[in-house]
């Protein structure tokens, strides 16, 4: 995702004023506009400087630069006819004033994990477009102006993508298009190609991301959500015990392979979605947040708090792991998500911690890029994540999803310390035509856990759904959940495990979810070998869970409903 460090821009200069005579009260408009004008700007470049991690002292700075800019605002709102005669305030300097807001909004959410703040943004993103402000930025002599314009399209259809707002994705692409070509056409700059790419990628990673049409009684299409709903999830025995609950999260991706925009992947962006709620109110904040004294308590959030690392180096990496596990409070869990291309071992030695290898998070070579003149067989890769350099944050609890070709190295976790850790692994290889479609629409294991029946229909290839159908097979996998809960809380031989985590919303959802995947490939008939099939650590296996018969009978009753029956082993038999 974007740093602040790269959305601070160098401001362009305000003209003093047009020269003409004005009153003492319209000086005072003017000197009181330059000085808020002024404030604004070295609290928001001031922001580069607050680390990326941790919950202290941030709230506080946002809140003194939110309080500001919102004075900014009011104070041009009121004094606009005074600002544009004796201050030349011009259309897109009240465009570059909202565009920072909208950026403040939107790193509040990153900071918080809280949807209603991009619902923020988006409103004063969208108040630039549909005002204009920038549409003259084109006359300029100079690129800067235009270059602001093509980073606010950018920044919006980030936001809009987090929305799922699609129709504004694929309208703000065209309009980011023809700008592009714009800016090509009037400048002769040297990052022309850089805007084309980034146009690449928008283009490259909404198509990625559209596997399945639902479509309305009138033949439209639906936009999906995914984030956590009412009803999609079984709720808990009111007996059961709730032991911990989700409150740090770590989303990592490195797929060479795959597509990206804005530093989030694919796999990233679906695991964000979610580990989110759906907003429960579409009405908009009202203000502002503002910042809390030292002695204050955080607020209470209804969704983990996440960092999102593309591509980290391995010290970014431990760092940042580091400080979700610092900030972690009493009965909490950390998430850990890694979606990455496999790093192999050396061969079988007698450390499972280190000689399996791991998960490659980056691809760089240390010592400035050098090339290796002798690469020794013992030497293993910088920024390669072994199971064994997670074991130091088994301190606390610990829930682990791992999404690589080589993910079987995380499957023995010794209790070094006596708290919970689970971990969910991918197959680590697929059915060649599958492995072939993966590399452009995503994992199969993440989307799984993203959407079951969005996952389904993939392995089916099943391109379109009515929406009758769609909400009937939704159903149909509500009801599966549901089973599968109802078995996990009569079952006398899950691991213990499982039931500490079993409390929190968001986890629960994952356990649920890989059962479900490992149900569907199990059963289809085109996934033929153990290596198709997810695992887990404690291994759930060979228990009731796994192979419930009544878990096969509903995988058949929605493939029956879905007509694709024949692609499924029947009950009992063998293939």
């Known amino acids: 995702m974007e740093s602040l460090e790269n959305s601070v821009e160098q401001p ?15 000086r005072k408009v003017v000197q009181e506009f330059s000085y808020l004008l002024e404030k604004s700007k070295q609290l928001f470049n001031g922001l580069r400087d607050l680390p990326q991690y941790g ?13 500001v800019y919102t004075k900014l605002w009011k ?8 600002l544009d005669t004796h201050y030349g305030l011009k259309r897109w300097q009240i465009g570059e004033i909202a565009s920072k807001i909208g950026q403040l909004y939107y790193h509040y959410y990153l900071r918080t994990s809280e949807t209603n703040y991009l619902n923020e943004a988006f409103s004063f993103y969208s108040a630039i477009r549909s ?8 006359r300029e002599k100079g690129p800067e102006l235009m270059v602001k314009k093509l980073r606010y399209y950018a920044r919006l259809i980030v936001v809009c993508l987090l929305l799922r707002k699609l129709d504004h994705v694929k309208e703000l692409t065209k309009e980011l298009s023809k700008n592009v070509d714009e800016y090509k056409g009037h400048y002769d700059s040297e990052d022309q190609m850089e805007w084309a790419l980034v146009l690449g990628e928008i ?15 009138n033949s439209r299409a639906v936009t999906l959500t995914y984030r956590l709903a009412p009803g999609v999830l079984p709720g808990l025995d009111t007996g059961s015990p709730v032991y911990l609950t989700l409150q740090e999260a770590l989303i990592v991706g490195n797929c060479q392979q795959q597509v990206k ?49 593309y591509k980290p180096t391995f010290s970014q990496f431990y760092t940042f792991l580091s400080a979700g596990f610092k900030e972690l409070p009493v009965n909490a869990a ?48 910088t920024h390669c994540i072994h199971p064994g350099d997670l074991y130091p944050y088994t301190r606390k609890p610990l829930f682990l999803v791992i999404d690589s070709p080589n993910s079987h190295a995380f499957k023995n976790f010794p209790n070094l310390f006596g708290q919970p850790v689970v971990c969910l692994m991918s197959p680590v290889s697929f059915p060649v035509t599958i492995q072939e479609q993966t590399t452009q629409k995503g994992n199969l294991f993440t989307m799984f856990l993203h959407s079951p029946l969005v996952a389904f229909c993939y392995i089916c290839d099943i391109a379109d759904v009515p929406i009758a159908l769609w909400e009937n097979c939704q159903a149909m996998v509500n009801k ?96």
């Open 203 to 217: 283009e490259a990673f909404t198509e990625a991301d559209d596997i399945i049409t639902v479509l309305d009684t």
């Open 75 to 82: 104070f041009q709102q009121q004094n606009r006819q005074a």
């Open 334 to 381: 950390l998430l850990l998500y890694l979606s990455a291309d496999g790093s192999a071992g050396l061969g079988k030695g007698e450390d499972a911690a280190f000689d399996s290898g791991g998960v490659a998070t980056n691809n760089k070579r240390e010592g400035n890029d050098q090339p290796v003149i002798k690469r020794s067989n013992m030497l293993k890769e």
């Open 131 to 138: 005002r204009a402000y920038y549409s003259k930025v084109n």
């Open 55 to 67: 919950h202290k002292q941030w709230q506080s700075y946002f809140g003194r630069t939110f309080d």
């Open 480 to 575: 599966l959940m549901g089973e599968v809960a109802t078995g996990i809380g009569k079952s006398k031989t899950i691991d213990h495990v499982f039931m500490q985590f079993y409390g929190d919303e968001f986890l629960r959802l994952l356990i649920l979810r890989f059962i479900f995947c490992f149900a569907a490939l199990r059963y289809h008939r085109g996934f033929k070998d153990d290596s198709f099939y997810p695992q887990s650590h404690p291994d759930l296996r060979g228990h009731d869970i796994l192979e419930c018969k009544t878990l096969h009978k509903h995988v058949l009753e929605l493939a029956s409903m879905l007509d694709v029956r024949p692609l499924f082993l029947d009950i009992g038999e063998t293939d």
């Open 261 to 309: 925009f804005s530093e989030l992947t694919l796999d990233m962006y679906r695991m964000l979605q979610t580990l989110e709620r759906e907003p429960t109110s579409s009405e908009h904040i009202t203000s502002p947040p503002h910042h809390n004294d030292n002695n204050s308590k955080p607020l209470k959030r209804d969704n983990p708090h996440k960092y999102l690392l």
């Open 12 to 26: 362009v200069a305000f003209p003093a004023s047009d020269g003409q005579p004005a009153t003492e009260e319209e």
